[in-house]
Every structure is written in structure tokens, then in C-alpha cells.
T-cell receptor, first 113, second 114 residues
């Protein structure tokens, strides 16, 4: 039972490069979320999805894109990376929104230089 | 709009002492409240949650929290902490029909010293 798997764990990008952060869950959860964590700022919601084919913006979506073609996968795309995107990114999932218990991945630490 | 304020960014405490981590929220409607713990270099784990019912909620690792609607607070407590409780703790809030989106506080770093 892997839970929520994020890859890669660490990445250094140059300004203007692009990359995709991968997130996969094997719990058949409908709801999936991407958060970024910055020191002293808590976690901010970037995008979320309530099911395959359905995504919506969160609090800080600028500079990011997502897709949800399957229940299991919810990749986060960074286009034209900027230093402001240096952060730790967490993917999370939950079975039903009424449960409100997220399962988090272990995170991706991204540095943009 | 909802918001969550964790009143202390850092809380140092000696082992076996009691601890309280404070959380206040703002919302004009009924809310659901959560505490998560993050150990170094790990993701977040759910400690406890309040959805309805008894205002005193017990969680894992001996933690408990009390929902106080009149004071819009959800403080986390533990009567006797261990070194292994050293971690960052996040309070979070959501409400019905929000698609499960959680709003997190800024976090409180609990440091337990021997």
C-alpha cells in the first residue's frame, strides 16, 4: 500500500525551464490536491481535482497547470520556472470530501536558480 | 473568506511538561477543523479532526483539541510531551461544499528539550 507517491524528491531548475511534478495514489481517492509550503507561510493550495477530468484553481495557481486524466495521477506542470516557485510541493488525496482526512505525499523540494 | 491563525510560531518546552498550541479561525459559517503534524523532511499526517458532536476531540499520540465556537478557537493540547513530539504542527479549516479544500495556518514549531 504505497499511498501517495511524489517524484522527484528534489530538483534544481534554471530560470525559464519547465518541469512536471508527478503525483500518484493507489487508494482510489477521488479528491486530489497540490499545495506549496513556504517557511512561515503554511501550505497554500495551488490546484485541486474532484475526479478524473475535473480540475480547478486554488489560492495560488499562477505559473502552474494540472491535468487529471486518470483517478490515480495528478501531475503538476511548471512552465517558465521563476525563483518565486522555489518551494516544497505536496500532493494530497482524500476519498470523499466529507472525510476531510488528507493523505499526503512526502513532498518535492524544488529550487529555481 | 476563511482564515486560520496560529498564534505561536515556535513553542519550546521541556520533556514531560504540558503543552498547548493555539489556533484561531475566522468564518461566518459552520466549519470543520483539523490538526496535522509534520516531522522533519516528511509529509503531513492527520492528528485529529472536528466535524461535529463532542467539542473535545482526541487524536493520535495522546493529543487532544477543544473546539470553542464562541471564541472561534481549536487549541491543541498534550498533558506530557516527549522528545519524539518535536515537529511542526498545522491547524486547518474548511467548510461544507468547499470540495474538501483545506486552509492551513502558518504552522507552530514545537521543540521538546530534555
Amino acid at each position: 500500500n504505497a499511498g501517495v507517491t511524489q517524484t522527484p524528491k528534489f530538483r534544481i531548475l534554471k530560470i525559464g525551464q519547465s518541469m512536471t511534478l508527478q503525483c500518484a495514489q493507489d487508494m482510489n481517492h477521488n479528491y486530489m490536491y497540490w499545495y506549496r509550503q513556504d517557511p512561515g507561510m503554511g501550505l497554500k493550495l495551488i490546484y485541486y481535482s474532484v475526479g478524473a477530468g475535473i480540475t480547478d484553481k486554488g489560492e495560488v495557481p499562477n505559473g502552474y497547470n494540472v491535468s487529471r486524466s486518470t483517478t490515480e495521477d495528478f501531475p503538476l506542470r511548471l512552465e517558465l520556472a521563476a525563483p518565486s516557485q522555489t518551494s516544497v510541493y505536496f500532493c494530497a488525496s482524500s476519498y470523499r470530501h466529507t472525510d476531510y482526512g488528507y493523505t499526503f505525499g512526502s513532498g518535492t523540494r524544488l529550487t529555481v536558480v | 473568506a476563511q482564515s486560520v491563525t496560529q498564534l505561536d510560531s515556535q513553542v519550546p518546552v521541556f520533556e514531560e511538561a504540558p503543552v498547548e498550541l493555539r489556533c484561531n479561525y475566522s468564518s461566518s459559517v459552520s466549519v470543520y477543523l483539523f490538526w496535522y503534524v509534520q516531522y522533519p523532511n516528511q509529509g503531513l499526517q492527520l492528528l485529529l479532526k472536528y466535524l461535529s458532536g463532542s467539542t473535545l476531540v482526541k487524536g493520535i499520540n495522546g493529543f487532544e483539541a477543544e473546539f470553542n465556537k464562541s471564541q472561534t478557537s481549536f487549541h491543541l493540547r498534550k498533558p506530557s510531551v516527549h522528545i519524539s513530539d518535536t515537529a511542526e504542527y498545522f491547524c486547518a479549516v474548511t467548510r461544507l461544499n468547499q470540495g474538501g479544500k483545506l486552509i492551513f495556518g502558518q504552522g507552530t514549531e514545537l521543540s521538546v528539550k530534555p
